[in-house]
């Protein structure tokens, strides 16, 4: 290879080979605004719903990443629950401490972790010298209400001290059920005002145009950071630099997923879900790398040969029956 092909970096160093990148979705784009309108209208509470895969998790990631870069006076909380999580007091606090990361969250009483949970939080709104404190929580459908009543309590001693909080609950559409059956009772409809107020449905891939935003974005992230290597450069160099940019493969993107869709006979209306975007996209530039030329193009065969490797149609298999009763539901 001419020395002006030598890549900065070898290929196993690189996000995309090791999937540590992100790139924005139009999903993600309408998440970040959401809860950027919420903070500016002082909604305290919010649902924000959608399929398993559809890359809600990393959404999370990436709306702490702008939140940190756009209000830096403002501190971000990840909380991630678990499988059947448990309705201990001082578990569930140890939780918190933990994703707060604090020294000793495994140690003490339920009520001594609870007081440093609550001098912990206290002490991040303070370093960041703001006064609020936004908190995701990660598959919220695995809340109980236990676990609410202990949020309340986190956000009552909060407000205490001149902090507000934030609460957005991320997770699959079962969660719609919980927020349906708390207004049911006036016991538990305060934590729907409190936590759930707005709500927001977190979409895959509808139509070829919402792949072009994330598209562009291989085209322009670099790694190395300020570099003039964009992940589509790096991958096919002398194609790159001779015009061939991902962001115009939306529509042949589009088609390769709509003739694996209906090869596969699914009676429901396609939506790519994120994560399976992405390995396609993957697996076409890596497995493409020793084709790489002046005038190489990712014709149709190649795209349907990585929708096939990424694994979709079989993953959509499995979820056949979320969305029969997606359509049901009128969701």
Not at 32 to 41: E, L, M, N, T
Not at 261 to 282: G, K, Q, W
Not at 308 to 319: G, I, K, M
Request: charge should be neutral; proline fraction near 5%.
């Amino acid at each position: 290879m001419p020395d002006s092909l030598k890549r900065p970096v070898d290929p196993s160093a690189h996000p995309l080979v090791n999937r540590a990148y992100m790139v924005p979705t139009p999903a993600i784009a309408a998440m970040y605004s959401r809860v950027r309108q919420c903070i500016r209208r002082g909604v305290a509470g919010a649902v924000i719903y959608g399929h398993t895969r559809w890359g809600k998790t990393y959404a999370i990631r990436y709306c702490v990443r702008l939140l940190h870069l756009e209000l830096p006076r403002v501190a971000v909380l990840t909380i991630g629950m678990p499988r059947n999580p448990s309705r201990s007091e001082a578990l569930f606090f140890g939780m918190l401490l933990e994703s707060a990361r604090h020294g000793r969250p495994d140690s003490g009483t339920a009520l001594q972790r609870r007081l440093r949970v609550y001098h912990k939080l206290a002490e991040l709104v303070e370093r960041a010298a703001g006064n609020k404190l936004i908190v995701f929580v990660d598959e919220a459908q695995r809340l109980e209400l236990e676990h609410y009543e202990w949020l309340r309590d986190v956000q009552d001693e909060l407000e205490r001290r001149g902090v507000r909080m934030f609460t957005f609950l991320v997770g699959q559409p079962g969660i719609l059920n919980r927020k349906s059956s708390f207004r049911q009772s006036v016991d538990t409809s305060q934590i729907v005002s409190r936590f759930m107020v707005d709500e927001l449905r977190f979409d895959g891939f509808r139509a070829a145009d919402d792949l072009k935003m994330s598209l562009a974005a291989y085209d322009t992230s670099t790694f190395p950071d300020g570099s003039d290597w964009p992940y589509t450069r790096y991958f096919l160099q002398r194609a790159f630099d001779t015009g061939f940019r991902l962001e115009k493969q939306h529509l042949a993107l589009w088609d390769a997923f709509d003739a694996a869709h209906r090869r596969a006979r699914f009676d429901f209306t396609m939506e790519v879900p994120m994560e399976y975007v992405a390995r396609t996209i993957e697996i076409a530039l890596v497995e493409n790398m020793s084709h790489d030329a002046m005038d190489f193009a990712l014709s149709p065969a190649l795209w349907a040969q990585a929708v096939d490797e990424s694994n979709y149609v079989a993953a959509l298999e499995d979820l056949r029956i979320i969305f029969v009763d997606d359509v049901s539901a009128g969701l």
